[in-house]
């Protein structure tokens, strides 16, 4: 998955939960949403340090 379509995930399940949220649904489905959202935010933290890390590494390779 690339950073873009990351973005647009989160975006989307954001948007999920405080739908689901504004619906009074079952605490557990916004649990389960929330926890969801979660993973996809914790994946872009990894995905921007991976970045941040090789660009760390750039000038010691060139």
Do not use: H, W
């Amino acid at each position: 998955m690339n950073k873009e379509s990351l973005q647009t995930k989160i975006e989307e399940t954001r948007k999920c939960m405080y739908e689901a949220y504004n619906q009074g649904e079952d605490y557990n489905r916004i649990l389960n949403i929330s926890q969801q959202l979660d993973d996809l935010l914790n994946r872009m933290v990894k995905f921007n340090s991976n970045c941040k890390f090789v660009l760390l590494l750039l000038p010691i390779l060139i």
